[in-house]
């Protein structure tokens, strides 16, 4: 590797530390929306539209955060998120579901609450 190609890759690596930095500090409210929004639909007669928004939030926080490596918040979202997609074809669930949905908010809350978003540099390198 050329010396150039050697700064390339460290400016590299210090623009995707850059952006770990800066998602951390938007992470926290992502997650508060998603628990704002949970909230919201636990207590909706007809939830149909709170679901929709839950799962997209949802959706976007995991993919963001697997892209950064916020491993741990994206499993959870992750898992969030395939609890809802049965919910939203069907519009129906089981209160299990809504159990095991609940459980993983309580982990994500966790999670903010300890300010624990961890992430280990990205490697592109391989």
């Known amino acids: 590797m050329s ?14 530390a ?7 500090l938007k992470l926290d409210q992502k ?9 919201t639909l636990q207590n909706s007669p007809q939830p149909t ?3 929709y928004n839950l799962h ?17 918040v994206s499993r959870i979202c992750s898992s969030i998120e395939l609890l809802l997609l049965p919910i939203l ?10 159990s095991q949905i609940d459980t993983h ?3 994500l ?3 903010r609450q300890n300010q624990d978003y961890s992430a280990k540099p990205i490697n592109l390198d391989g």
Do not use: C, P
């Not at 074809?89 to 579901?97: C, F, P």
């Open 109 to 111: 809350n966790t999670l």
């Open 49 to 51: 539209d709170d679901i």
């Open 18 to 24: 850059e952006l770990q930095r800066n998602y951390i």
């Open 89 to 98: 074809k069907a519009t129906t669930y089981e209160e299990s579901t809504l």
């Open 56 to 72: 997209r939030t949802v959706h976007s926080v995991a993919g963001t955060s697997a892209i950064l490596n916020f491993m741990e």
């Open 31 to 39: 997650i508060k929306d998603i628990l704002g929004v949970w909230q």
């Open 3 to 16: 010396q150039n190609d050697s700064s390339n890759s460290g400016s590299v690596d210090a623009q995707l």
């Open 105 to 107: 908010m309580k982990d």
